[in-house]
């Protein structure tokens, strides 16, 4: 008797059971939870979405996420070097350019991405959110020049998180520093702490974690003094 049974003949099976191969071999080795390769088909389809989400967050670890901004317009030959970007999260007025804090959806964003990342590999319970001043160091990819704007994407290859925590309008906190891995040992980090300084009183440093102590003994040894 002939099987016609669409879940065990579909023509496309064998190509979405390549894509879940595929997916799986992009995965962090913390998100190796893989199912069998027998699965049936609707197992294995249903499966793909949360190996693509994982795919991703092992790409922002390593390479770092994407980044989307705007900017003043007239940018037809734009500079393709690192571009340092300020978000304020607190009260939406230190942005430079202006507005580029304002990010429509926070969950799976590229910013979500590098925090979450930066957490997993601190071991720390939460990721930083929409709270700070963030200096981010962005390496442009792509610029679309528009007559009320210009629109960027770029790889977002480190971060700096500052907090005014005792609400006196400075920023004299250092919460936050990550660097992608690609881009580590290039000095990046560092700059961004060095321009931090420059622009805030930066004073004190919350908890860090071990590689954190030393990237901070050699960039910034004085805010480890009590």
Not at 54 to 68: D, I, K, M, N, Q
């Amino acid at each position: 008797m002939k099987n016609d049974d669409p879940i065990l003949t579909w023509t496309m099976g064998d190509r979405y059971r390549d894509v879940h191969r595929a997916l799986g071999l992009l995965n962090s080795p913390v998100n190796d939870i893989l199912i069998s390769p027998d699965a049936l088909i609707p197992e294995v389809v249903e499966d793909l979405e949360r190996l693509a989400q994982g795919a991703r967050e092992a790409a922002a670890a390593s390479l770092g996420p994407t980044f989307h901004w705007s900017g003043p317009p007239g940018e037809d030959d734009p500079e393709w070097g690192s571009v340092v970007l300020q978000l304020d999260f607190d009260a939406y007025e230190l942005d430079e350019p202006e507005g580029v804090s304002h990010i429509r959806h926070w969950a799976d964003s590229g910013l979500d991405l590098a925090s979450r990342a930066y957490r997993r590999e601190c071991g720390w319970d939460f990721s930083p959110g929409e709270a700070g001043i963030w200096l981010l160091s962005v390496k442009p990819f792509r610029c679309t020049p528009l007559r009320a704007q210009t629109m960027w994407s770029g790889t977002l290859a480190a971060f700096v998180i500052l907090h005014d925590r005792d609400d006196d309008a400075e920023y004299e906190t250092l919460g936050h520093v990550w660097t992608a891995q690609e881009w580590r040992r290039r000095g990046i980090a560092a700059e961004l702490v060095q321009l931090a300084r420059e622009r805030f009183p930066v004073r004190h440093v919350e908890g860090f974690s071990e590689s954190g102590g030393f990237f901070l003994r050699a960039c910034a040894p004085d805010l480890l003094s009590p």
